[in-house]
């Protein structure tokens, strides 16, 4: 009974948030598939063609990123200028419910960009199913970390402009600078420290390494997903604990 | 039976901007309260608290045996709140809207859409069922997010200045659902129109910087204010007659005319003097809009007995 409810507070995002939103603008679909593909070209073009698995597998973490990062414009969106927000407060939807329900609808957004992806990736990368198997599960990670921090700092904004300077400053910081789109190798000594900030670059280095593009140890390999879990849990356990979800 | 208890409550923002200062008041039952005041006073503070939006600084609220600075996961099923500011979503539709608002109450799909139409046609907004809010005139928006409350299965309803922005049809209406809805709800409601205070509460509260000024029944607060009539002189007029031996006040500037409160017996009188002068005026009961300026107002002098009548 209890589960029925939530589930039905899950699907009150989703329909708010995409599946209304898509219907009565077909545009925003489009709008989705068009950046992390044109990256991709970008990659493939200047590379002429030799990194364009690494570049798919760039795209795939990027299109999970930005499924966060638009959760972060969007959330900011609704909380300060429909107020939205300060309505779910007051009923019985949990802040966690909410984001939950949230997530899943920048999900359903990236779903045509993810199946144009999967196709390249059929036909460029070759991968096994346990390969594959461990790659989803990467990209899922990220996936997880990116809505729990788009939650996060959406709770924080008090303006819609506010909101737009974060999530430039975040997406250069986890998907620019990092190496998504091309190997960790490419980048200079010393910079390569910047570069481990960033939990995206951990999943790159899981995805590459796994599909052979890039050599590391296997001890290397078992940091580089312990770090991104232990980074997806902080991020978790800020964005239910101490999100500002209650203003005080 | 619903309960409100309220004690000390204190709101200082970050800014350190103290906009509730100590107020404490309790209501018990269902029906409807009223809060008022000036731009500013903290009205919206004060609902948003009692909504389990924001944390008071400092002070008890206990909602039907709940304290909900505590623990307000456990109130939160049984109430709902339209924010002063909220709007509906633009790339809904009034539908949509509340469809999705009745699913975070927790209702499946097909009862949220089956409740959805109903209220709507509470509303008399039918025929925009499927318009998107954003082509939606700024009245219609408001009463497609008011729709909202009607069968969110919550009893006791928040509402910030629901009836800012509609037109006096539309504004007399929704006083018609409120008052419909008193016998089942209690009702908390902010308003900058006197009359709508005047009309639906049970109880009032008046708030003046931060600071609980009234609270009572609109005929308690008749009796806070000695005078219970109010003669309007809505000319300009040269020089106001002198009354003697009568209890008056007389308020300048109301609406570029003169107001005196007084009590019914000296009524008499007064009119009387202000007939033989030729002076036009009206007559009534004092509405609570007499006692808001009576008490809000900080500049008034005590009243006078005869002569020297006090003005500002
Ligand atoms: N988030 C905030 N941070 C700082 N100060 C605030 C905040 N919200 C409100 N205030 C201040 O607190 C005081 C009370 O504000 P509040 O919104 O409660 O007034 P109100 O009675 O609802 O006014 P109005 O009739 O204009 O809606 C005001 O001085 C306001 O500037
Ligand atoms: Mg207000």
New binding site residues.
């Given amino acids: 009974m209890n589960t029925k409810k939530k589930l039905n507070q899950i699907f009150a995002s989703i329909l708010l948030n995409s599946i209304y939103a898509m219907k009565n603008y077909p545009i925003m679909f489009i709008n989705t598939l068009l950046s992390p593909l044109s990256m991709l070209v970008i990659i493939v073009i200047v590379s002429r063609g030799a990194l364009i698995g690494v570049g798919i597998e760039g795209a795939f973490i990027m299109t999970m990123l930005s499924g966060g990062l638009s959760l972060q414009g969007d959330l900011s969106h609704l909380k300060n200028d429909f107020k939205l927000q300060d309505i779910v407060v007051s009923s019985p939807t949990t802040s966690f419910i909410y984001m939950i329900g949230m997530g899943l609808s920048e999900l359903i957004y990236i779903i045509p960009t993810l199946i144009v992806l999967l196709i390249l990736a059929i036909l460029f990368i070759h991968a096994t199913i346990v390969q594959a198997l461990i790659m989803l599960i990467a990209l899922i990670i990220i996936f997880l970390f990116s809505i729990s921090l788009g939650f996060f700092l959406s709770t924080f904004t008090s303006d819609v402009m506010q909101s737009w300077g974060m999530t430039n400053v975040i997406s250069t910081l986890l998907s620019t600078i990092p190496p998504v789109y091309y190997l960790i190798t490419y980048i200079p000594m010393p910079f390569q420290y910047i570069a481990y900030i960033s939990p995206t670059t951990y999943a790159a280095e899981i995805l590459q390494s796994i599909t052979g593009y890039l050599q590391i140890t296997p001890l290397n390999f078992y940091v580089d997903w312990l770090v991104l879990i232990i980074l997806t849990v902080i991020m978790l356990v800020l964005s239910i604990r101490k999100s500002r979800w209650r203003e005080n | 039976m619903h309960s409100v208890y309220c004690k000390n409550i204190s709101k200082i ?3 350190k ?1 103290k ?1 509730l200062n100590n107020v404490s008041f309790s209501f018990k039952g269902k029906g409807i309260l009223s809060i008022i ?10 609902i948003r608290i009692l909504a389990t939006e924001l944390v008071p600084t400092s002070g008890t609220v206990i909602i039907d045996d709940i304290n909900i600075v505590k623990n307000p996961e456990e109130i939160r099923k049984n109430i709902a709140i339209i924010p ?1 500011e909220a709007r509906a979503v633009q790339w809904l539709t009034p539908k949509q809207t509340l469809i999705s608002y009745l699913m975070y109450r927790g209702f499946s799909y097909s009862e949220s859409k089956k409740l959805a139409i109903e209220s709507l046609k509470k509303l008399s907004l039918t025929k925009n069922l499927n318009t998107l809010n954003r082509l939606l005139s700024g009245g219609t928006k408001r009463k497609v997010l008011v729709s909202y409350v009607l069968f969110s299965g919550a009893k006791i309803i928040f509402l910030d ?1 629901p009836t800012t922005g509609l037109d006096p049809i539309s504004r007399s209406e929704l006083w018609n659902l409120l008052k419909k809805l008193k016998d089942d709800y209690l009702i908390v409601l ?1 308003t ?1 129109y006197l009359e709508e205070a005047e009309r639906l509460s049970d109880k009032i509260i008046l708030i003046d910087d ?1 600071k609980l000024v009234a609270y009572d029944s609109m005929d308690g607060l008749r009796k806070k204010i000695k005078y219970n009539y109010s003669i309007l002189i809505s000319n300009n007029i040269q020089k106001m007659p002198k009354f003697i031996n009568v209890k008056y006040k007389i308020i300048k500037g109301l609406n570029s005319g003169y107001q005196i409160l007084t009590n019914e017996k000296d009524s008499e009188k007064i009119t009387n003097i202000l007939i033989k002068n030729n002076i036009k005026f009206s007559i009534n009961p004092v509405s609570l809009e007499d006692i808001f300026y009576y008490l809000v107002k900080k500049t008034i002098s005590e009243d006078s007995d005869n002569s020297d009548n006090d003005e500002y």
Avoid: D, R, V
């Avoid at chain 2, 005041?37 to 004060?46: D, E, H, P, Q, V």
């Fill in positions: 923002y970050h800014n901007k906009a005041g000036k731009n500013g006073a903290g009205k919206t503070t004060l002063q200045e902010t900058h931060g």
